[in-house]
C-alpha cells in the first residue's frame, strides 16, 4: 500500500506532550494539541464558574419572594454567567476541539500560524481574568450610583444594552471590564479564524479535496468565515462603547443625540451570527459521531455542507428578529421575520441527515452516541421554539420572558453543550490514550437529560404565562413556585451529572482501559496515528482516496473510492 | 495562495468590517446637529487632501519595494520602503496638525456627535496606519541587518504591502465619505 510521505520536520524542534513533562512545556507551549488540550481546560473552569453562577440564580429563584440575593448582586450573577456561557465556554470550547483536531483530521503537523494559535489561546484566558476581576476591581462607588457596594461586576446583561452600560446608569466600572474583557478574547477568537480558516485551505494532505475533508472541518472552515465577519461589529461597538464610558463621547447616549438602537443594531449584527458560531462546530461533531456509531456513512454529506454555507451566509440576514419589540416599522420587521424562518430550513436538512444515517445502520449505543442521540431531540426542540420567535407577534408576546431563557438553553445546552459531552467522549481516548468509563458515562447522560429537561422545560410554561427573565424574585403566582422550584431542582441535579462526568474523567484518566489508536473504529485520519498523537502528529498519513481513508485501508478489497466512482 | 497573503487577506476582509462600521457610524450621525463644530465647519478638505496624497503616493512607493526586491536589488529595495516610512510618517503629522486645530476651535472627542464619530474613525485609521509604519520599520531593520527576504521570509514583504493598500484604501473611502462630501 503506498504511503505518502510527510512534509518534512520543522527545523526549531517545538515543545511537546512527550518531549517534556514540565508546567512551561505548556505555558511555552505551541503545539496545537497541547494548546487545544488548554483550551478545554480552561474553558471547563469556567463553565465550573458559570455554573456556580446559574446555581445561584436557581436558588434565589426557588420561591417566590426570596432573598437569597441582593437585586443588583443578581443582576451581576446572571450578567456573568451569560457572558462567561457564551465568550468563554461554547465558542472557545469549540475552538479547542478544532484547535487539536482540525490538523489531525486533514493529516497536517500543525496549524498554520503555531505562534498565533498560543496567542489566540492566551488572549481567551487574560480576556476571562479581566472579565472577572471586575468584582474585585470594578467597584469604585461613585456618587448616586448603583454598583459599588456589591462588588463591580457588569450588571446590564449579556447583551449589555445602552444607554444601561453607559456611564450615568453603570456607574461602576463592571461595563468597562466587560468591555475590555471581550476585546481581548474576540481578538484572539478572531486570530483564532483566521489561523483555522488557514489551515485548512492550505494545509490538507494530497488527496484530501475539500469534498472529502471531514464535516466537521468542513463547520469549523464556515464558522471561520462567520466568525471574520461577526466578530468586528462586536469590536466596533465594544470601542464605541469605551469611547462613550471613558471619554465622555456620545455614540449611544440618546441625551446628546447619539443612538441606543444603533447598539442593538450592531450587537445584533454580531449575536445572531454567533449564535450560529455557538451550534456550527457541534453540528459537525455529530456529524463525526453518527455515521461511526451508525456504522454508515454520513448520508447526503454536501447538504451538510452545502446547508452549513447557507446558514452562514443567512445568520448575517436575520439579526434584528432580536429587535421585533423596538418599532422598527412592518416592512423592516417582516423581512427579517422571513429570513429567520427561511433559516429554518437549511437547519432542518441538517437534521434529516443524521436520522437517515442512523435509519438502517447498526447503531451503537455508546455514552458519546447517546449524547449524539439526545442532541437531536433537545436541538429540534429548541429550533422550534425558535422558529415561533421568527413570528412577530408571537416575539412581541413572549420576549424576555422565560421562554426566550428555555428555547436559548435547549438550542446552547441541549444542543451545543450535549455536541460537546458527546465529542468529548468520542475524542477523550485520542487525547489520553484512556477510555472514559461507560457506566459512569451512563449515569452522566442519564442525570443530564433528566436534570436538563426538569431544568428548562417548565420555563416554557413560565414564559407564556408571563414570568419576565432577569427579575430577582416573582410574587407568589399560582404554580409560578412550584414550576420553579421543580427548575431549581432540575439544575442541582445537572450540576450533580457534572461532578459524576469530572469524576469519570478523573478515575478514567488514573485507571480507565488503554484506548488504542482506534476504538470506535472510526475513518477519518486523526485515528491513524496513536493515542495520544505524538508531537508530530503522524508519521505517515494514509492516502485519502475517499472521505473514509481508513476505511479503504480496512477495506483493500472494497474501498469507497471504488464503489462511489 | 501563499499561506501568509492568504492569512493576511482574512483580516484585511475583517478590518473592512470594523471600518464600515465606523463610516456607518459617522454618516449616520451627520445631520445629527446637537450644536457646536461641526465637519462643515471645522474640517478644511484641500489642506488633509494635500497630506492624504502622501498616503495615497506610498502605495506606489510600496509597490516599488516589492518590485526591487524580486529583482534583486537591495538598495533600491530598501531607499523605497525608507521613502514608504517617510510618506506615512508626514500623513500622521498632518493628521496631528489637523487634530490640533480642530482642538483649537474647540472640538474634541467629546464635545458633540461629531467630534465622537469623527476621532474615533480617523483616530482607528491613524492607529492602523501606526501599526502598518512599525511593521514597515521590522522589516526595513531587518533588511539592513541583512536578512534576505527572498530565501527567508518570501511573502514577508507582499504580505504587509497588502495591508498597506488595505490602510491606503481605506482612507480614500474615509476621504471621500468625510471630505470630499464637504465640496459637493
Do not use: C
Not at chain 1, 465622555?248 to 449564535?275: C, D, K, R
Not at chain 2, 471645522?42 to 502622501?54: A, E, K, R
Not at chain 2, 495615497?56 to 512607493?61: I, N, P, W
Amino acid at each position: 500500500m503506498s504511503r505518502i510521505p510527510l512534509v518534512p520536520e520543522s527545523d526549531i524542534p517545538l515543545p511537546g506532550l512527550r518531549s517534556d513533562h514540565g508546567l512551561l512545556s505548556w505555558i511555552a507551549s505551541v503545539d496545537h494539541k497541547q494548546i487545544g488540550i488548554m483550551y478545554l481546560l480552561a474553558t471547563l473552569a469556567f463553565f465550573l464558574i458559570g455554573g456556580i453562577e446559574a446555581l445561584f440564580i436557581r436558588i434565589q429563584l426557588a420561591r417566590p419572594e426570596n432573598s437569597f440575593l441582593a437585586p443588583d448582586t443578581y443582576n451581576q450573577i446572571f450578567t456573568m454567567h451569560g457572558t462567561t456561557m457564551i465568550f468563554l465556554v461554547v465558542v472557545p470550547m469549540l475552538l479547542g476541539f478544532a484547535t487539536y483536531f482540525v490538523p489531525l483530521m486533514i493529516g497536517a503537523r500543525d496549524m498554520a500560524y503555531p505562534r498565533l494559535n498560543a496567542l489566540s489561546f492566551w488572549l481567551l484566558v487574560f480576556g476571562g481574568l479581566l472579565l472577572y476581576f471586575s468584582f474585585v476591581g470594578g467597584g469604585q462607588p461613585v456618587a448616586g450610583g448603583a454598583g459599588g457596594a456589591n462588588g463591580g461586576a457588569p450588571m446590564a446583561g449579556w447583551f449589555s444594552y445602552a444607554p444601561l452600560s453607559e456611564r450615568p446608569f453603570s456607574s461602576s466600572s463592571g461595563s468597562d471590564y466587560w468591555a475590555l474583557g471581550l476585546l481581548a478574547v474576540g481578538i484572539g477568537t478572531l486570530a483564532g479564524a483566521i489561523n483555522l480558516i488557514v489551515t485548512i485551505l492550505r494545509l490538507r494532505v494530497p488527496g484530501m479535496s475539500l469534498r472529502r475533508v471531514p464535516l466537521f472541518v468542513w463547520m469549523v472552515l464556515v464558522n471561520g468565515f462567520i466568525l471574520l465577519f461577526a466578530l468586528p461589529p462586536l469590536n466596533a461597538a465594544l470601542v464605541m462603547l469605551l469611547v462613550d464610558r471613558q471619554l465622555n463621547a456620545h455614540f449611544f447616549t440618546p441625551l446628546t443625540g447619539g443612538s441606543a438602537i444603533m447598539w442593538q443594531h450592531y450587537f445584533w449584527a454580531f449575536g445572531h451570527p454567533e449564535v450560529y458560531i455557538m451550534i456550527l462546530p457541534a453540528w459537525g461533531m455529530i456529524s463525526e459521531i453518527i455515521p461511526v456509531f451508525s456504522r454508515k456513512p454520513i448520508f447526503g454529506y454536501e447538504f451538510v455542507a452545502g446547508s452549513s454555507v447557507a446558514i452562514g451566509v443567512l445568520s448575517f440576514a436575520v439579526y434584528a428578529h432580536h429587535m421585533f419589540t423596538v418599532g422598527l416599522g412592518h416592512p423592516f420587521n417582516a423581512a427579517f421575520s422571513a429570513a429567520s424562518m427561511l433559516i429554518a430550513i437549511p437547519t432542518g436538512i441538517k437534521i434529516f441527515n443524521w436520522i437517515a444515517t442512523m435509519w438502517g445502520g447498526k447503531i451503537r449505543f455508546t455514552t458519546s452516541m447517546l449524547f449524539a442521540v439526545a442532541f437531536i431531540i433537545l436541538f429540534t426542540i429548541g429550533g422550534i421554539s425558535g422558529v415561533t420567535f421568527a413570528m412577530v407577534p408571537i416575539d412581541w408576546q413572549m420576549t424576555d420572558t422565560y421562554y426566550v431563557v428555555a428555547h436559548f438553553h435547549y438550542v446552547l445546552f441541549g444542543g451545543t453543550v450535549f455536541a460537546i459531552f458527546a465529542g468529548v467522549y468520542y475524542w477523550f481516548p485520542k487525547m489520553t490514550g484512556k477510555l472514559l468509563s461507560e457506566k459512569w458515562g451512563k449515569w452522566h447522560f442519564w442525570l443530564m437529560f433528566i436534570g436538563f429537561n426538569l431544568t428548562f422545560f417548565v420555563q416554557h410554561i413560565l414564559g407564556i404565562v408571563g414570568m419576565p427573565r432577569r427579575v430577582y424574585t416573582y410574587p407568589d403566582l399560582p404554580g409560578w413556585g412550584t414550576m420553579n422550584l421543580i427548575s431549581t431542582i432540575g439544575a442541582f441535579v445537572l450540576a450533580f451529572a457534572v461532578l459524576v462526568f469530572i469524576g469519570n474523567v478523573l478515575v478514567s484518566l488514573w485507571r480507565g482501559q488503554p484506548a488504542g489508536d482506534n476504538p470506535w473504529d472510526a475513518w477519518t485520519l486523526e485515528w491513524a496515528t496513536t493515542s495520544p498523537p505524538p508531537v508530530y502528529n503522524f508519521e505517515q498519513v494514509p492516502p485519502v482516496r475517499s472521505r473514509r481513508p481508513l476505511y479503504d485501508l480496512a477495506h483493500p478489497d472494497n474501498p469507497d473510492w471504488k464503489r462511489n466512482r | 495562495m501563499e499561506k501568509n497573503k492568504l492569512g493576511v487577506l482574512l483580516l484585511i476582509g475583517s478590518e473592512a468590517i470594523f471600518f464600515l462600521l465606523l463610516i456607518v457610524a459617522y454618516v449616520s450621525f451627520r445631520n445629527v446637529d446637537t450644536g457646536g463644530p461641526t465637519a462643515v465647519s471645522s474640517l478644511d478638505p484641500l489642506v488633509t487632501g494635500i497630506f492624504s496624497l502622501f498616503l495615497f503616493s506610498s502605495s506606489f512607493t510600496i509597490w516599488r519595494a516589492g518590485k526591487s526586491l524580486l529583482q534583486g536589488r537591495r538598495a533600491a529595495f530598501q531607499g523605497w520602503l525608507l521613502a514608504t516610512i517617510l510618506l506615512g510618517l508626514v500623513f500622521l503629522a498632518g493628521q496631528a496638525y489637523e487634530w490640533r486645530s480642530l482642538f483649537a476651535q474647540g472640538a474634541t472627542i467629546n464635545t458633540n456627535l461629531f467630534g465622537t464619530t469623527f476621532f474615533t474613525l480617523t483616530g482607528f485609521h491613524g492607529l492602523h496606519v501606526l501599526a502598518g509604519l512599525t511593521a514597515l520599520a521590522i522589516i526595513l531593520g531587518m533588511g539592513r541587518a541583512g536578512v534576505d527576504f527572498q530565501t527567508a521570509h518570501p511573502a514577508a514583504v507582499e504580505s504587509l504591502s497588502l495591508y498597506w493598500h488595505f490602510v491606503d484604501v481605506v482612507w480614500v473611502v474615509i476621504f471621500g465619505v468625510v471630505y470630499v462630501t464637504l465640496l459637493v
